[in-house]
């Protein structure tokens, strides 16, 4: 995380700053607010503002008139059952905005979710700093074998060390161009918004991106979860911990009942029933297909 001494006596300044409020106020999110938690190389995620908290999911779900909270077991349960039953809209009362630094590739994942607010650092306007994604020497991965969108291994040795340092290469190589480009010592310079092209897409970007509680939980279900590449896998992760200290009841509930939650087909079940009632059941006799037996194994045996 390459913060300057300038940006980070801003964020201070930021934090040193309260003002009294009739608002709901998160005490866990409020601890955050404002700090940049760290990911990947150069990357971060910040929390810049929050509307609600676990109240205010109960609030609007009761339609209450004042703080509808009845006792705090009370909330919790109403939480869990508006979790279980995908009764989504109370979640959408709570929001939040973040400041994000990611690599190119790993944002043009994230924009594809597309229930949120954003506001892009602008590359035709600024210069782009000389930030670029090297994965750390366990993350430098062969090809996966079984599955063609993933990886395997880490690479070893020489054939690690040649290509950390083909992706060094490139990228500074691909900046110095960038920056003789757009220079305007002795010639015209090009303009940012074309230079720009001439970057890899392991650059570093900003952006501010606002989201309500109900869409980013949809987002972290997908983005934290083993499937998700990596590079994006810890930018969920990152952002999981935060909402755990922002809605420390809707969090578990999403834990509970989305995150570690498995779904299964109406065959699936149907062999859980079979298999309650001691039938012997197989791939072949289960009427699902090699795929799915193996998900439905990994779900029902943990293998
Ligand atoms: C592991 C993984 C692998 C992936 N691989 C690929 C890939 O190979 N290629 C690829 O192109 N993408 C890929 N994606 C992206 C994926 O297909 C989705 O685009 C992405 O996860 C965003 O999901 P979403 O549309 O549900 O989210 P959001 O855009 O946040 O939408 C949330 C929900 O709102 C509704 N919604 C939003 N906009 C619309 C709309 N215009 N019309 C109808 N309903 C809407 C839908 O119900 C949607 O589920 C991958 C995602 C994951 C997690």
């Known amino acids: 995380m390459s913060l300057s001494t300038e940006q980070l006596a801003e964020i201070e300044e930021q934090r040193g700053q309260t003002a009294p409020t009739r608002r709901a106020v998160s005490e866990g999110l409020e601890e955050r607010l404002f700090t ?31 703080k509808g909270t009845k006792s705090v077991q009370n909330d919790e349960g109403l939480i869990r059952y508006l979790m279980r039953h995908w009764h989504s809209t109370p979640f959408e009362m709570c929001e939040i905005k973040l400041h994000v630094k990611l690599p190119v590739f790993v944002a043009r994942q994230w924009i594809r979710h597309r229930t949120a607010n954003v506001n892009e650092y602008s590359a ?72 720009r092209m001439n970057l890899p897409a392991n650059v570093y970007t900003q952006w501010y991106w606002k989201v309500d509680l109900h869409n980013l939980f949809h987002f972290l279900r997908l983005r934290a979860d083993a499937h998700a590449q ?43 029933q079979r298999m309650l009632r001691g039938e012997e059941v197989s791939q072949e006799n289960s009427g699902l297909s090699a795929r799915e037996w193996r998900e439905f194994e990994t779900i029902v045996r943990g293998n």
């Open 36 to 66: 940049a938690h760290p990911v990947l190389d150069h990357g971060f995620v910040r929390v810049i503002d929050y509307m609600g908290d676990d109240a205010a999911i109960c609030q609007a779900a009761r339609v209450s008139y004042g």
């Open 230 to 272: 990596y590079e994006i896998r810890v930018y969920a992760e990152t952002m999981c911990n935060i909402v755990a200290d922002w809605v420390p009841f809707a969090y578990k509930a999403f834990e509970d009942y989305r995150l570690g939650a498995a779904s299964l087909s109406a065959q699936m079940v149907n062999c859980v």
């Open 124 to 195: 035709r306007y600024s210069i782009l700093d000389r930030e670029f994604y090297i994965p750390a020497p366990e993350h430098v991965a062969a090809q996966s074998e079984i599955n063609n969108q993933g990886r395997g291994d880490a690479l070893q040795g020489e054939e690690a060390a040649r290509v950390l340092d083909m992706l060094k290469s490139d990228s500074m190589r691909c900046y110095d161009n960038y920056e003789a480009m757009i220079s305007q010592d002795g010639q015209q310079g090009l303009a940012r918004e074309l230079a």
